[in-house]
């Protein structure tokens, strides 16, 4: 069985450091925590679970900080965690599964992070993570925010997901970083251009967001994926500023560099059903139910777009044409998503009075 070494760089995480370190018990045969500056309780807390505790000078930059992590590391693996990270219950025995069988020729293990959820807890939202890696190959991570960990040889993707629990209210952290470093002449790689556009947008700053996503997009050299998520957030930035009509077209843009995804077939139907084009919209929510999740992306997938959502807005849209069966047959499908949920029973029973109304009338 391998050995793991759990890394984590925290500062000021009280509230969910305790949550987090429990969630991996089992998992890590130590724990280093890397601190950048603390003034609450966590390294109290850190110090009920390891005496590897060692602090860092907030420079500006995670990856300096996550590379230092990494530096304490005495295990064949390291992990890499954020306080506000946690292994789920069924996750967290996949991990002692796999580290009972995860053969030593591997270098790294990919694993979902979930991001966001609905309110029964199913995630919504995810990305791919290079989350286990071997410590012998001495990978690094690079860029000062939204730092990437660079790996490479025999890398695997295992069942396993790490949730994210946000305990932090969005601040402009990271835009000021970015904004330094321009500041001292610096230069932003194409993928941290991206981010810094997607800080922009975050901070109400859409239209400079904007100008840096049609940069990314006509970029040749480009990754297909970074064109697809610089079409995806440009709209959302053109949502923000009430300019639908350009919205439509960034996500009509996705299709020069991929197959439909049921994530833009969604937003495109729910643009058509707000302007109360009900048969457009049923066109594109049909269409996203038929289309094939990609297996392994790296930028994000929404969930609820390639389940249950598509159901739930065709359930509407049939009502809104008069079409009470098929609003029915929608509707009962997102009912085996959540057969408790309120609204869709209510739901039920209105279709259900509809249709013994019409089957009495005739």
């Known amino acids: 069985m391998v050995t793991i070494s759990l890394c984590m760089i925290v500062k000021n995480e ?4 305790g949550r987090c370190l429990e969630s991996v018990q089992g998992i890590a045969d130590e724990i280093v925590i890397v601190d950048t500056g603390s003034t609450d309780r966590t390294k109290e807390i850190a110090a009920s679970y390891t005496d ?11 990856s300096a900080a996550r590379n230092e992590s990494f530096r304490y590391a005495t295990q064949q693996y390291v992990l890499w965690l954020d306080a506000d990270d946690l292994l789920q219950a069924s996750d967290r025995e996949k991990f002692k599964a796999l580290k009972r069988q995860l053969d030593p020729a591997v270098d790294a293990v990919c694993m979902d992070y979930y991001l966001a959820f609905d309110p029964h807890g199913r995630p919504t939202a995810a990305v791919k993570r290079n ?3 071997k410590r012998s190959r001495q990978f690094r991570w690079h860029d000062p ?12 993707y295992a069942d396993i997901a790490v949730s994210h ?7 402009d952290r990271n835009l000021r970083i970015f904004e330094g470093l321009l500041a001292k002449g610096g230069k932003l790689s194409a993928r941290q251009s991206l981010h810094y556009a997607m800080e ?4 109400g700053r859409y239209e400079d967001a904007i100008a840096i996503f049609e940069r990314r997009i006509d970029d040749p050299a480009a990754y297909f994926e970074q064109k697809l998520d610089a079409c995806d957030r440009m709209a959302h930035c053109y949502r923000e500023l009430g300019r639908k009509e350009k919205e439509l077209q960034a996500l009509f843009r996705t299709f020069h560099y991929d197959v439909p995804r049921a994530d833009y077939a969604c937003r495109i139907a729910y643009f058509f059903q707000e302007n109360g084009d009900y048969e457009k919209a049923v066109h594109w929510y049909r269409l996203a139910l038929r289309l094939e999740k990609p297996a392994h992306r790296l930028y994000g997938i929404n969930h609820a777009a390639w389940t249950w959502i598509p159901h739930l807005q065709l359930a509407v849209c049939y009502g809104k044409l008069g079409l009470p069966e098929q609003a029915y047959e929608h509707n009962e499908i997102v009912l085996s998503y959540d057969p408790e949920d309120p609204n869709l029973l209510s739901n039920k029973r209105l279709l259900e009075d509809i249709l013994n109304g019409n089957k009495r009338g005739r």
């Open 14 to 17: 009280e509230r969910v450091l």
């Open 52 to 62: 590897r505790i060692y602090p860092f000078d907030w420079i500006d930059d995670f």
């Open 131 to 133: 989350r286990l890696v």
């Open 145 to 156: 925010v939204h730092e990437q960990l660079a790996v490479d040889g025999n890398v695997i």
């Open 165 to 171: 629990a946000r305990e932090h209210a969005n601040s």
């Open 200 to 203: 922009l947008a975050a901070n």
